[in-house]
């Protein structure tokens, strides 16, 4: 099997991105719709905002997948972050996703003082489910009609992973009332 290579996007990318977003394997799994606009795509690539990372996955030169990661300004939300990925309908089954996933967390572990790394997911889409929980994510909630597909609500779950250091295993708060540390109220 061919390395699979993680990169940050550079604007030539953009054609590449447009590929994938156009096919429909992609977009209906994605909140994207069909006809992506590639004057836009090309905006997106060349100016990427602060606090915003493009990775893309290559595998023997040719961009394959692509995952941007956001983590939020807001004062009380900046050790949260989001992200979205999508890989080429060609290329799926052959650990792209997992590579992105991978250096995404060493990112938001490593690099970024990330603690909780959030996601929404149409709930019918079983494959990528399955990887978030690989990487640690749980379900936190459902959200019912969540957008439209093919003309109909589709549900998606909220999910989410928070850096083993912040709640052990149990779930218990690290500052427990006593500790010293406010975690709540005046």
């Excluded at 006809?35 to 836009?40: E, Q």
């Excluded at 996703?97 to 938001?108: D, G, H, R, T």
Aim: with cysteine.
């Amino acid at each position: 099997m061919s390395e699979i290579v993680i990169r940050h996007a550079v604007p030539e990318d953009a054609a590449a991105m447009h590929r994938i977003l156009s096919q429909p394997e992609t977009y209906a799994d994605t909140l994207q719709i069909p006809h992506p606009s590639l004057p836009l795509l090309q905006e997106r690539f060349a100016n990427v905002s602060a606090g915003r990372q493009r990775l893309v996955a290559c595998i023997e030169g040719e961009m394959v997948g692509e995952m941007y990661l956001e983590v939020s300004d807001r004062a009380r939300r900046r050790h949260t972050a989001t992200f979205g990925l999508c890989v080429d309908c060609n290329y799926r089954g052959r650990g792209v996703a997992s590579a992105l996933m991978q250096e995404m967390i060493n990112l938001c572990d490593n690099w970024l003082s990330v603690e909780r790394i959030e996601l929404t997911v149409f709930a019918d889409n079983e494959r990528a489910i399955r990887l978030y929980q690989r990487f640690g994510f749980e379900t936190e909630g459902l959200a019912k009609g969540f957008a439209t597909r093919n003309g109909r609500k589709v549900d998606a779950l909220y999910m989410a992973r928070l850096r083993a250091t912040q709640i052990d295993s149990v779930g218990n708060n690290p500052f427990p009332a006593g500790s010293g540390v406010c975690t709540g109220g005046y």
